[in-house]
């Protein structure tokens, strides 16, 4: 069994004007108590108990903040301007009567049961497990945002592990988003076009905006982009896990964090539009790939981004790359993002220890039709440059610190 921790947002729902203003009542005496607890020294603060300590707050929610201000995270911070209230697993309970849940837990006015709604039906399934104790409870924070009122719950989830017997590489870009392909090729693609178009439509309509002054509007306009880019990035992922079940297989991902490091942007690709897809998006649709295939129980593979849209998926030679199309010195043609996708799909490892950014220079140096296998457990040089393809692999050592920028 796995365990993969979840955070739900739940909304209250139809909360009064009185219950309101009692959370932010409790929020703020919360805060008033933990800074007060914070002006103690820390070792006295260890050892009290809720006893000793004057606050209107029920007991459960007392010793959570001392609890809080004793913790790793809490014992260095010198002041805090808010401190949401936290409840922990033991005080809160769940219910459902008819078609709505809520929540009980307790308040300055006692225990009371709040309804509850979820963002989204994909979480109906995990509050249905909460229900029937099948998952761990953690504890639940009490939260405003923009005037609304939300719990955020913490749960564990035991999911089984499955043995999947293949591995699909998900490779993303401009020009498709993400294409997720098998080792054999078998793929699907998302196209950026729908994305590009109509982020340049929301770009101009942002700049008359901003011309006429109209800054309410333009905050609602970047708000409303953001919510439709989050939706493209659930759905995408979402597909994926569909293929990857199917296929049964893991999914093997470029690590592109070296990249982002060391790549700096030009002011004119930082607006310009064909960047649209940009950090920000890669980034939020990987952490949603990964919870999403963590939840059906498979596993996320990261490997190095280099060579994996450099190398010919069909003969292992390396390649040039223009725009969609793929060309190798062996004469074969591929869309350069499936072939990267395929590349990843059956990458298992470098043949040899090698410093990236060394053989990269020397390769760009060299005529990139004398890539020849890597010799395994001999030192590096031009000659030794890795190959993806699995045929030719032998087991060697696994390099994790690649900080080369190859994606396009
Ligand atoms: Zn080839």
């Given at each position: 069994m796995k365990q993969v921790k979840l955070t739900i947002k739940l909304k209250f729902v139809n909360l009064n004007k009185v219950k309101a203003e009692m959370f932010a009542q409790m929020e703020k005496e919360n805060t008033r108590l933990a800074n007060e607890l914070l002006s103690i020294p820390y070792m006295e603060r260890r050892k009290l108990t809720t006893a000793k300590v004057n606050s209107i707050l029920a007991s459960a929610l007392s010793n959570q903040t001392i609890r809080h201000t004793i913790s790793a995270s809490g014992r260095h911070s010198k002041h805090y301007t808010k401190l949401p209230i936290e409840i922990n697993r033991q005080n809160w309970n769940l219910h459902k009567v008819g078609d709505t849940y809520s929540?009980?837990?307790?308040?300055?006015?006692?225990?009371?049961?709040?309804?509850?709604?979820?963002?989204?039906?994909?979480?109906?399934?995990?509050l249905e497990k909460v229900l029937s104790n099948q998952c761990i409870k953690g504890s639940i924070k009490i939260l405003c945002k923009r005037k609304v009122w939300y719990a955020n719950m913490n749960v564990t989830l035991e999911v089984p592990e499955v043995q999947s017997q293949n591995k699909i590489g998900v490779d993303r870009g401009q020009n498709?988003?993400?294409?997720?392909?098998?080792?054999?090729?078998?793929?699907?693609?998302?196209?950026?076009?729908?994305?590009?178009?109509?982020?340049?439509?929301?770009?101009?309509?942002?700049?008359?905006?901003?011309?006429?002054?109209?800054?309410?509007?333009?905050?609602?306009?970047?708000?409303?982009?953001?919510?439709?880019?989050?939706?493209?990035?659930?759905?995408?992922?979402?597909?994926?896990?569909?293929?990857?079940?199917?296929l049964d297989a893991d999914v093997v991902l470029e690590d592109?964090?070296?990249?982002?490091?060391?790549?700096?942007?030009?002011?004119?690709?930082?607006?310009?539009?064909?960047?649209?897809?940009?950090?920000?998006?890669?980034?939020?649709?990987?952490?949603?790939?990964?919870?999403?295939?963590?939840?059906?129980?498979r596993k996320v593979i990261k490997v190095p981004a280099a060579y994996t849209s450099k190398t010919c998926s069909t003969c292992g030679m390396l390649g040039e790359r223009k725009?969609?199309?793929?060309?190798?010195?062996?004469?074969?043609?591929?869309?350069?993002?499936?072939?990267?996708?395929?590349?990843?799909?059956?990458?298992?490892?470098?043949?040899?220890?090698?410093?990236?950014?060394?053989?990269?220079?020397?390769?760009?140096?060299?005529?990139?039709?004398?890539?020849?296998?890597?010799?395994?457990?001999?030192?590096?040089?031009?000659?030794?440059?890795?190959?993806?393809?699995?045929?030719?692999?032998?087991?060697?050592?696994?390099?994790?610190?690649?900080?080369?920028?190859?994606?396009?």
């Open positions: 929540l009980s837990f307790p308040t300055i006015q006692g225990v009371k049961r709040v309804p509850v709604e979820i963002a989204s039906q994909h979480w109906q399934s995990v498709n988003l993400a294409v997720a392909a098998s080792s054999k090729g078998f793929a699907i693609f998302f196209s950026g076009l729908c994305v590009k178009h109509r982020r340049k439509y929301y770009q101009k309509r942002r700049k008359s905006l901003l011309q006429a002054k109209k800054f309410r509007a333009l905050k609602k306009q970047t708000k409303k982009e953001h919510r439709w880019l989050e939706a493209v990035t659930h759905t995408i992922s979402r597909r994926i896990v569909r293929f990857v079940q199917f592109l964090e070296g990249c982002f490091k060391t790549t700096k942007l030009s002011p004119k690709t930082k607006t310009d539009v064909d960047e649209t897809w940009n950090r920000n998006s890669f980034y939020s649709l990987e952490q949603k790939l990964i919870y999403k295939i963590e939840m059906v129980g725009k969609h199309d793929f060309h190798c010195t062996n004469g074969h043609y591929h869309n350069a993002d499936h072939n990267a996708a395929v590349n990843l799909a059956r990458w298992i490892g470098f043949t040899c220890d090698l410093n990236l950014k060394e053989t990269l220079s020397a390769m760009e140096s060299v005529d990139s039709g004398y890539a020849v296998l890597g010799t395994p457990q001999s030192k590096c040089t031009v000659s030794g440059t890795p190959t993806l393809r699995e045929s030719e692999m032998s087991s060697g050592d696994l390099v994790n610190t690649y900080p080369a920028r190859d994606v396009g």
